[in-house]
């Protein structure tokens, strides 16, 4: 083996330490971000148990009917029915996240999808929410407020009513997404340019 073999060795293992540095400094930027949706997921967990809690006082403070607080109480079943589905997902996964090793693409890779199906849950519920609430007003409505009701229809047509659900459905899905984006997205973001930024193993 000559000298310049043995040069070009060198410097190739020199230039592959210095790859193995800088993907590990690059895995490192990616602690910051996932730590931080951790948190959140776990605020997001307390955050949803309290708002649950409150509204089982809904029927108190706006002093519903007894057939009202029955109609209430099962539109509530099917909303907890909901949410204890999708914290199940989610708590599965935010324990799982702390099993899996932080020193590799393919672990950081995993997270970041594993999450970005979460955020999607995580809209798709919060869209089946809004609308059993909906729901439930508009029953609400029907049947407590009948004469106001009746006399709101009457002065509406159908063309304005479609509209005004049109609108609430992009209301709805604007600040859904939006809600998604500022919560978790942002951070989700820097967690996938460092996996492009990687080099694949």
């Known amino acids: 083996m000559n000298f310049e073999e043995l040069q070009n060795e060198w410097d190739a293992e020199n230039n592959k330490g210095i790859l ?19 948190k959140k997921m776990k605020h997001e967990f307390g955050y949803q148990l309290v708002a649950l809690l409150f509204m089982l006082s809904f029927p108190y403070l706006f002093h519903l009917s007894h057939q009202m607080s029955l109609v209430f109480l099962s539109f509530y079943a099917i909303t907890c029915g909901f949410i204890a589905h999708y914290f199940y997902k989610f708590y599965r996964f935010y324990k799982n996240s702390y099993d899996m090793g932080m020193d590799s693409r393919k672990s950081i890779l995993w997270f970041f999808y594993e999450m970005k199906l979460n955020i999607e849950l995580y809209k798709a519920l919060t869209y089946i929410i809004a609308f059993i609430w909906i729901a439930f007003i508009a029953i609400y409505l029907l049947i407590e ?7 709101i229809l009457e002065r509406l047509s159908p063309f304005y009513i ?3 659900c049109f609108i609430t459905i992009i209301i709805i899905g604007i600040i859904t997404e939006m809600w998604a984006w500022y919560y978790y997205g942002k951070y989700l973001k820097s967690v996938g340019n460092v996996v492009d930024e990687l080099d694949y193993e």
Not at 22 to 34: C, D, G, S, T
Not at 145 to 151: C, F, G, L
């Open 20 to 38: 193995i540095s800088e993907n590990m400094l690059k895995i490192e930027q990616a602690h910051l971000p996932i730590d931080i949706i951790r």
């Open 145 to 151: 407020k009948t004469s106001i009701t009746h006399k």
């Open 162 to 164: 479609l509209l005004n």
